[in-house]
């Protein structure tokens, strides 16, 4: 008995030192013995330590600024014991998108952290056939007719978000940014799900994700161990507060299924909502979605939906605090355009300049900033034939990229003009097709880009009407990544209604 469990020991020893140790070197030497250049490999830890240095010091996004500076556009990052090759190159980011997109899946670290909260078969975490399936099958919720029936929707909760706000904060510093996110899933919740959101309701929701993407962090920068999806399963290491999350969203959304099937819970649009569509689609064979898939899908655009369409209009919020001269260019386009009336879908392509303002924060803010995956099948890219072998991930950084000087003329100005429509509707131009890609492009591009934008729009708009606000003069707005790019310590903003 005695010399079996040494021996179960033993063996489960040598599994992690392969996973932890062998393997990640092994991958390492593969990429750097082609002359790709990166930091010396450190076995479990990988370049953890440095990267979680810069983040304590409030410099998280200059971590892969300072790397791109020494390395180049393509370079290795071990961070824990995945061995990363980052890739920061357009034409190479285009072949890994398109033509190779079919070697690659979504990191096992990402799969398992991401699908305790969100399950594991959505759209998000889905490959191959089965995300095939079920994005045809989800498409037609986001047609173009289908939004537009949701503008007065969103135009609706908005000005009674901001009506709250006027009698809660008025002349009082608070943290927008929170706020920003708790209108945002207010809105995707109403609009698509038909569900009645109280403040509570969002408070509470809103702790849970703060808490739960925290414990993300928490496990993810201090514990590599979990890379090993078994032992990301314990629950220990605050693995109770991401399954809070998940529980949570999961009642509601099997709450407002079976509210909706004995009619409780109406749609608000007249076209048919998202949850009508999950409950109808069918695919091919004319299968419907179950019951669980539809908890899955509905939880996943609930968060892919409000987490990212909050961080964008949190930065555009504070792009125009901190360039009066754009605000007033805003503000000057919305009155002469809507002459104080709130929009109609017809309405917003007359907003030329709040769409560009939009464009360009989405450049240097990209709320998805940083995408990771990791190749399945041995393969070779670009002219130089790197190889990538297998178990070794490829990150994107989107921020870099959108600041690159090879690819954008002052590269760190916030220009607006550079996104301005002609008069035939098209926008000018980019240097490359792939050095913007804010949605990501190829068959895992954002689904609900024009829900996103539409609902940006929207609220801009009528924060610009209504408000008049001011950015606290001393208060420091420090980006870091986070599932999305957020400002560290909020953006503490004052609020007028204007006159
Ligand atoms: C400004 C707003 C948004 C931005 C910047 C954004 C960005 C992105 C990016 C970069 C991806 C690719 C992620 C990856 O493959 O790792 C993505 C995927 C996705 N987004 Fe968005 N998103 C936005 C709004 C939305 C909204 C409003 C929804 C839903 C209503 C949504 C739902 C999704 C879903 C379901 C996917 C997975 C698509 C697939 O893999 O087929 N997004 N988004």
Redesign the pocket.
Known sequence: MFFEFICVIILILLIIYYKLIEKPRQIYNAVRLQGIPGDPFIPIFGQLKEHRRYYESDKHMEFYMDLEKKHGSRFILPIGPIVNLVILDADLISEVLIKKYAFYK?PKL?RTQIGSVLGPV???L?EGDV?TR??EM?NPA?HYINLQSLTSLMCQETVKVIESWINKYSNTYFDIQTEIHKLSLTI?CSS?FGMTVTHELTNELCQLLKDAFDALYYRTNHFPIFQIPILNKLPILKKPVIDKLGHRFRSLARQMIEQRRCHMNENHSDQND?LDLLLTAEDKEGKKFSDEEIEN?AI???L??????G??LSWCLYILLTNPEVFNDCREEVDRVLNGQIPDYSDLQNLIIIDAV?HET?RLY???SI???ECIREHTIGEEEIRIPVGAGVVFN?YNLHRSDKYWKDPLKFDYQRWIRNSNGLKPKLAHRFCY????AG???????N???L??KIVLIIMIQKLNIEIKPDHKVVPHHRI?LKAKYGIQAKIQPRV
């Not at 068959?443 to 880009?449: A, E, F, K, L, T």
């Open positions: 979504k990402f959505n759209l998000i889905a995300h079920i994005r989800l986001f995707i698509s998202l899908e996943t655009f609930v892919a939906g409000h987490e990212t369409t961080g964008l939009l989405l990209p709320p998805v995408i990771m995956r989107f890609l804010p949605f990501l068959v895992r591009n954002c689904i609900g880009q829900f996103g934008l609902e940006a999305t």
